[in-house]
């Protein structure tokens, strides 16, 4: 089918190529970041999200939980974490954690995602037991818990191998890894942002390790910040590399900087990334990362208005029901901390999409009228 005509022409050479299902080069990222003929990146983007999943659009029930806002990495770019006397700082003891799962439980959860700060004194017995807890609580939940710099942390202070940790916590119950922490891979970026944070070749080798031993991950990249276009480009060609080898990646998650109560924020005047922004990152990354099943567009960042047009930019899912959300609403986010099932549905059927309940892993979740009669 003849495409229409972009209005920036640098755009021709790269129509072909999708039109023939030909791999991008990082110039031809670039070039994408460097345009600003929106709309026709973003219908690129949709043929690309047709050709992979028609209109089907999914989303899941999920609750988030937070065991710990105390975190030893003052990352310049968060506003969730703190130090242990810190105001506002808590843990959640094992049985408030257990407690704060069931109370999402009348939405019918398929999945807990558990992430958290870098605690100075929590043993990584901690860890293992709120999964295991979780399990013997929920048997049917999935868990997709902690990023691959809290196993990198696990590993630096029982000075086990990564590998070890991972085997531990799937034993426990883990059933995935979240994409958080990814952030810039460039070094000169993360210097400013997230100083004490793992690097790229760390943060990789968690999510290849992941793989190795059968468990699915997610990746993420925040932007909006001090990164270029070329450090866009570079993290999207990392993971596009990574998957090339393992496959173990499910989806995509582009998130935008929310500067408000970061140090970062507070240093400099910034700005909020506009909807134009948000979608371009939507898009590139569905026409850049050939190889990940699903691009996420996560309404709690991106707002669920923009989320919604995101469906036509090359997003598939939206991301979950979430119930609380911490680390976007202390760096000032506005957006609901939940949605309803109802609520997400009925954004995706208003943009012409078909609403696919998934679990973690996309596989379709059934309901029976009776569950059903719960959930909406
Ligand atoms: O790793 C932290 C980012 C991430 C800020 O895997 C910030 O399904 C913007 O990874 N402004 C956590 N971003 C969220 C995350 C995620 C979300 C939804 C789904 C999945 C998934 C993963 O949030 C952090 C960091 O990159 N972040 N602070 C901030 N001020």
Redesign the pocket.
């Known amino acids: 089918m003849p495409h229409p005509r972009p209005e920036d022409s640098r755009l021709e050479p790269i129509a072909e190529k999708i039109a023939a299902g030909e791999r991008l080069t990082f110039e031809d990222g670039v070039t994408l970041y460097r345009s600003n003929d929106l709309l026709f990146i973003g219908y690129l983007a949709h043929r690309v999200r047709e050709r992979l999943h028609g209109r089907q659009t999914y989303f899941n029930v999920n609750r988030h939980i937070n065991p710990t806002n105390v975190c030893v990495a003052s990352?310049k770019?968060?506003?969730?974490g703190r130090s242990r006397n810190a105001p506002g700082a808590y843990t959640l003891a094992l049985e408030e954690a257990f407690q704060k799962a069931g109370e999402g439980w009348t939405e019918a959860v398929t999945e807990f995602?558990i992430?958290g700060g870098l605690h100075p004194d929590l043993p990584f017995q901690y860890y293992v037991d709120l999964l295991r807890g979780l399990k013997e609580r929920f048997p049917a939940v999935h868990l997709?818990a902690f990023?691959a710099?809290e196993i990198a942390y696990y590993s630096h202070i029982t000075r086990l191998p990564i590998r070890e940790v991972l085997e531990r916590l799937k034993e426990a119950g883990l059933g995935s890894?979240?994409?958080?922490?990814?952030?810039i891979f460039a070094p000169a970026v993360r210097r400013v942002i997230c100083d004490h944070k793992i690097g790229a070749y760390t943060w990789l080798k968690v999510h290849r390790t992941a793989h190795e031993l059968g468990l699915h991950?997610?990746?993420?990249m925040?932007y909006?910040h001090i990164e270029s276009a070329e450090d866009r480009v570079d993290h999207l060609c990392q993971l596009r590399q990574l998957q090339d080898q393992t496959r173990g990646f499910l989806?995509f998650?582009p998130?935008?900087?929310?500067?408000?109560?970061?140090a970062?924020?507070t240093k400099v005047p910034w700005r909020e990334t506009t909807g134009f922004t948000d979608l371009k990152n939507v898009a590139i990354s569905r026409l850049m990362l050939d190889n990940f099943p699903h691009i996420?567009a996560?309404w709690?960042?991106m707002t669920s208005r923009v989320a919604q047009v995101a469906l036509r930019f090359g997003a598939d899912d939206l991301?979950g029901t979430v119930v609380e959300e911490k680390?976007?609403h202390?760096?000032?986010a506005t957006t609901p901390q939940a949605m309803t099932r109802q609520q997400i549905v009925r954004l995706i059927r208003e943009a012409g999409c078909e609403p696919v309940e998934r679990d973690t892993l996309y596989r379709p979740v059934i309901r029976t009228a009776t569950t059903l009669a719960v959930q909406v």
């Open positions: 990352c770019l968060c506003a969730f995602h992430v997709k990023t710099v890894l979240p994409g958080g922490g990814a952030e991950s997610n990746a993420t925040l909006g989806a998650i998130l935008a900087f929310h500067p408000a109560n970061t970062l924020g996420k996560y709690i960042m991301d680390i976007y202390d760096a000032g």
